[in-house]
């Protein structure tokens, strides 16, 4: 009986004490790359710090009082009613005598049907 030997399934150990095989020498990082890494990792840090404060609105301001508009209030008078019963409908609680009397410097005093008139 004969055996063959396979050379593809032996497996050679290191020997002992014998020197390792030489790594290629890696390349040398140049100035301009370290730059870049730099760069790159504060842009990251700032970018990091910032957005919350973005998200969160801390740099937005109230508008001034200027730039607001108050959209003016109208109503139609309609058959029977008078100033102090279209003063209760817009102020249903409490005195309603100056409202009445802002209604009627606003508006005038004789009111008609179908006028527009112009709530404060």
């Excluded at 290191?14 to 730099?38: L, N």
């Excluded at 009111?111 to 404060?120: A, F, S, W, Y």
């Amino acid at each position: 009986m004969t055996a063959t030997i396979d050379p593809l399934l032996i497996t050679a150990s290191p020997r002992r004490g014998t020197a390792r095989q030489a790594r290629p020498a890696r390349p040398v990082t140049s100035q301009a790359t370290y730059r870049r890494r730099r760069m790159v990792v504060a842009a990251v840090a700032v970018f990091a710090v910032a957005s919350p404060l973005f998200v969160t609105g801390a740099f937005a301001t109230e508008p001034s009082a200027q730039l607001i508009q108050t959209v003016p209030r109208t109503h139609v008078v309609e058959a029977g009613q008078t100033l102090w019963s279209i003063a209760r409908l817009y102020m249903p609680t409490g005195n309603i005598s100056e409202f009445v009397s802002e209604l009627a410097r606003m508006n005038g005093v004789d009111i008609e049907v179908g006028q527009i008139i112009r709530i404060p």
